[in-house]
T-cell receptor, first 110, second 114 residues
Framework: GDSVTQMEGPVTLSEEAFLTINCTYTATGYPSLFWYVQYPGEGLQLLLKATKADDKGSNKGFEATYRKETTSFHLEKGSVQVSDSAVYFC?????????FGAGTRLTVKP | NAGVTQTPKFQVLKTGQSMTLQCAQDMNHEYMSWYRQDPGMGLRLIHY???????DQGEVPNGYNVSRSTTEDFPLRLLSAAPSQTSVYFC?????????????FGPGTRLTVT
């Protein structure tokens, strides 16, 4: 079945550092790809998405590009802020069964 | 819109007890789902529904039942609680099942089974 492998955390960065969180997936067909973010004590919310190969999703300074050849959807941000501290989940969606990565906890220190 | 609501927020059960976690959405979404979140394991899909009267199993359905009698509500029933069901439970909904639509999540229910 479909699966997703996400970079293990926790990740600790200083403010204004560059962020990369790796995500690779296995799936049949052409899934849509999502990154969700979970702030402390809350449910998940959509951060960005891409629905076809070479699409770039972006939001709040975060970006991720749908790489079909490497089945990857790595999350990047050029300059993180303290407010970006959260848990990030990669999620390919190929049908009604949306699978999530294990999550990567990011802590940004001032 | 209230979005996706879940009750209760916290619950403690003894082994063998039963209970129902409530989930409701006011966005007229066809698709609803239940996940459990455990440390280091991300979210795992328990059950989902693509519309009223239709439900299906996800990755970890054992020990849980669901029904979907209305578009708005999607309760999750624990028939006989076990310590392994200690977890945080999230309900989610989306406009349509399938590929391009984001899911909207409720705030979660933290369940402890002793």
């Amino acid at each position: 079945g479909d699966s997703v492998t996400q970079m293990e955390g926790p990740v600790t960065l200083s403010e204004e550092a560059f962020l990369t969180i790796n995500c690779t997936y296995t799936a049949t067909g052409y899934p849509s790809l999502f990154w969700y973010v979970q702030y402390p004590g809350e449910g998940l919310q959509l951060l960005l998405k891409a629905t076809k190969a070479d699409d770039k999703g972006s939001n709040k300074g975060f970006e991720a590009t749908y790489r079909k050849e490497t089945t990857s959807f790595h999350l990047e941000k050029g300059s993180v802020q303290v407010s970006d501290s959260a848990v990030y989940f990669c999620a390919p969606n190929n049908n009604n069964d949306m699978r999530f990565g294990a999550g990567t906890r990011l802590t940004v220190k001032p | 819109n209230a979005g996706v609501t879940q009750t209760p927020k916290f619950q403690v059960l003894k082994t063998g007890q039963s209970m129902t976690l409530q989930c409701a959405q006011d966005m007229n979404h066809e698709y609803m789902s239940w996940y459990r979140q455990d440390p280091g394991m991300g979210l795992r899909l328990i059950h989902y529904s693509v519309g009223a009267g239709i439900t299906d199993q996800g990755e970890v359905p054992n020990g849980y039942n669901v029904s979907r009698s209305t578009t708005e509500d999607f309760p999750l029933r624990l028939l006989s609680a076990a310590p392994s069901q200690t977890s945080v439970y999230f309900c989610a909904s989306s406009y349509l099942p399938g590929l391009a639509h984001e899911q909207y999540f409720g705030p979660g229910t933290r369940l402890t089974v002793t």
